[in-house]
């Protein structure tokens, strides 16, 4: 699943004596469990849990939600365990993961699938997937080989999706990606939660993002429902009393043990689950088996105060959490369900502030991310709560030094965002006062207009949009240059739009489409560096020299935020490493192509994610080679891997086609 946060980085030398989880004082308990929302967990305890949560996402929604799936699925039924311990236990455990996978219940939908959305009249939700800047689509979510007609079965989906009538958008109920409070994710798992819940999730999927219920009824289903790598769903592993074993559900592959940057994504569930373990005033944590390497990740967590949520549960904490104090609520609210497909968009909670940054060790081993969801200088996701957040990118890179000249001097190392304002000569902070600020330039601003808009800077009625003196804003020197650079999706040629822009248009009409070229003779350009452009013709990227003229060149980039690379195998290497070198760039490789004998398979078998197959470690360049695996875990057939890792593919017959291209 989803939003994988900052990774954490384990203190050597440091005792890892495991800590006894500690059994908090027994309280008096019922014995009979009733609906959670009549005693257990009122509307104030979530708004306590849940503080940022954002509609659709609700306590009325959650408390309508286990209504209805418990009519429906009697002898499957959720948070109605035998006492109300087992209810807290099981509250605990389904917020600890669902805080996590929706991004604080800020995340009706995947970040990096939909970063903006655009609703038209008729409340059709349009989305924007970072990167994506129009042209066909591909669904990373629409699994070919599940169909209405296979089985096992699967939505029919697009794979290939066309763009819709708004440049760069995509229509949202044509795609699979993640959405909920779980952030339920491809065809196949739409199709058997719209079986479950009698709604039909394939034809409008976005129901999951819009509709206050199944935001949450959705999550039930998976919660109760699939057993992922685990061999059992998370409902039967809290009656157990584990709460790794709903990591392993979750996202077992990945997170048990942790792998790469899943540290962080098992740090910040383990702070999740400890907040909400004490304000559910739960007797005492579940215990982490059914997870490899949680109990020790939860002891270096104590030990290094990445899991500040969890000192409570430490060897020096109280005998009991604090409870809440609230008026209990007779019965859970009742309100109607919706059906149909929406026609508004949801109200949007807080919004994250941009001008903010943080440290997301998701990137290259960590890097300052400006806060925002986008291309560099932001990245997929916002800042959580429990990540600190920087005034500017010096403070943040003075937090990270990796190798930058002087920690009060940030540099490409560290950041990709604009950092010529901290140049050693200009190492003090740039005042504005008695200063000129040039009112003629334009930058990219989300006041005026969520998905981004070009304003002028200066004060007063539209073009204008305020003057911004941040060093970290890049300021272009006409609205065409705006608009082209920061906003290219919105208009469909180089000229600026209305889509783009409030300023007047006029003076650039076909006959002023070339503007006079960016003069360069002032500084040094090196041309024969490589860049990623993610122009038009491709845009899943290519590396192209920096230069103008034919192919390789993908003409003079002198943006400071833009990395520049030595050659084409470095950029291909370091900024399109998904893709092969002969695909990466049009430059000629031949001289990193080696023509040595591609060595036989060597019988190891391992999951790739990238493709969600089972692959062989070859490399014949045939669909089930995946080449020398590097975290993953081995397996010594296809059999097992595909058991181990994908066994909602298959049905129970291992190995099957859904799961991996090697021949059996």
Avoid at 25 to 50: D, G, K, M, W, Y
Avoid at 90 to 115: D, I, M, V
Avoid at 618 to 631: L, M, R, S, V
């Amino acid at each position: 699943m989803k939003f994988p946060h900052q990774t954490l980085f384990l203190v050597i030398g440091i005792s890892t004596a495991a800590y006894a989880v500690p059994k908090k004082q027994n309280l008096r308990r019922a014995q009979t469990a009733s609906h959670p929302c009549s005693h257990v967990l009122t509307e104030p305890l979530f708004n306590t849990i849940a503080p940022l949560a954002v509609l659709p996402y609700s306590h009325a929604g959650f408390c309508n939600a286990v209504t209805d799936w418990n009519s429906l699925n009697p002898t499957n039924q959720i948070f109605m365990g035998a006492t109300e311990s087992d209810q807290r236990n099981e509250l605990a455990a389904f917020f600890g993961n669902a805080l996590h996978e929706s991004n604080e219940f800020k995340a009706p939908r995947e970040y990096s699938q939909c970063g903006a959305t655009i609703t038209d009249n008729d409340g059709k939700v349009y989305c924007k997937p970072v990167g994506y800047h129009g042209g066909t689509y591909t669904d990373p979510y629409c699994s070919a080989t599940h169909t209405s007609t296979s089985d096992p079965e699967g939505c029919d989906c697009l794979g290939q999706v066309p763009e819709s009538a708004i440049p760069g958008f995509v229509e949202a109920d044509l795609l699979f990606f993640g959405r909920g409070a779980l952030q339920k994710s491809h065809n196949y798992n739409y199709i058997m939660s719209s079986a479950a819940l009698g709604v039909d999730f394939c034809s409008y999927p976005d129901l999951v993002a819009t509709n206050s219920q199944y935001i949450w009824s959705t999550a039930f289903w998976f919660w109760t429902s699939n057993t992922g790598v685990a061999g059992k769903t998370c409902g039967q592993a809290v009656a157990e009393g584990s709460f790794g074993s709903t990591l392993k559900t979750i996202n077992g592959g990945l997170e048990c043990p942790a792998v790469g940057t899943h540290y962080g994504s098992v740090t910040s569930r383990l702070n999740y689950y400890c907040a909400a373990a004490s304000a559910l005033n739960v007797d005492s944590l579940l215990s982490f088996d059914g997870c490899d390497g949680l109990q020790e990740q939860f002891d270096q967590c104590l030990l290094t105060g990445w899991c500040s949520q969890c000192n409570a549960w430490g060897p020096s904490a109280s005998p009991t959490p604090p409870q809440p104090t609230q008026s209990p609520t007779t019965h859970p609210p009742t309100l109607e369900p919706t059906t149909a497909p929406p026609t508004v968009s949801p109200t949007h909670g807080p919004t994250p502030d941009p001008n903010k940054f943080y440290i997301n060790w998701d990137i290259g081993g960590g890097k300052c991310v400006q806060n925002c969801v986008g291309d560099a200088p932001c990245s997929d996701r916002y800042a959580t709560q429990w990540e600190t957040k920087f005034s500017d990118v010096r403070a943040c890179c003075a937090q990270l030094w990796v190798g930058c000249p002087s920690q009060s001097e940030p540099c490409r190392l560290c950041t990709d965002a604009d950092i010529s304002a901290y140049a050693t000569t200009t190492v003090a902070p740039v005042t504005t006062i008695g200063a000129t600020v040039d009112t003629s330039t334009f930058y990219l601003s989300y006041e005026v207009d969520a998905s981004g808009k070009c304003v002028q800077n200066c004060e007063g009625d539209p073009p204008c949009g305020g003057v911004n003196t941040d060093s970290w804003v890049h300021h272009h020197s006409d609205v065409q240059e705006c608009c082209r650079k920061a906003l290219p999706w919105k208009c469909n040629s180089d000229l600026p739009c209305e889509a783009c822009t409030d300023a007047d248009l006029s003076a650039f009409t076909t006959t002023t489409t070339t503007q006079a070229t960016t003069t360069t003779t002032a500084a040094s350009v090196d041309i024969s560096a490589f860049y990623v452009s993610y122009a038009p013709e491709d845009t899943s990227g290519k590396c192209v020299q920096n230069c103008n003229g034919d192919k390789p060149c993908g003409g003079v980039n002198t943006e400071s935020w833009v990395k520049k690379y030595s050659n084409a195998k470095e950029c291909c290497d370091n900024g399109l490493s998904w893709k092969a070198l002969e695909q990466c760039t049009d430059a000629d490789v031949s001289a990193y192509i080696t023509t040595t004998t591609k060595p036989p398979p060597q019988g190891i078998f391992y999951i790739d994610w990238g493709v969600g197959k089972c692959v062989e470690d070859c490399i014949t360049g045939e669909a089930h080679c995946g080449g020398p695996p590097t975290y993953q875990q081995h397996h010594p057939d296809v059999a097992t891997c595909c058991q181990q890792h994908l066994s909602y593919m298959c049905n129970g017959s291992f190995p099957c086609s859904a799961c991996t291209d090697v021949p059996f």
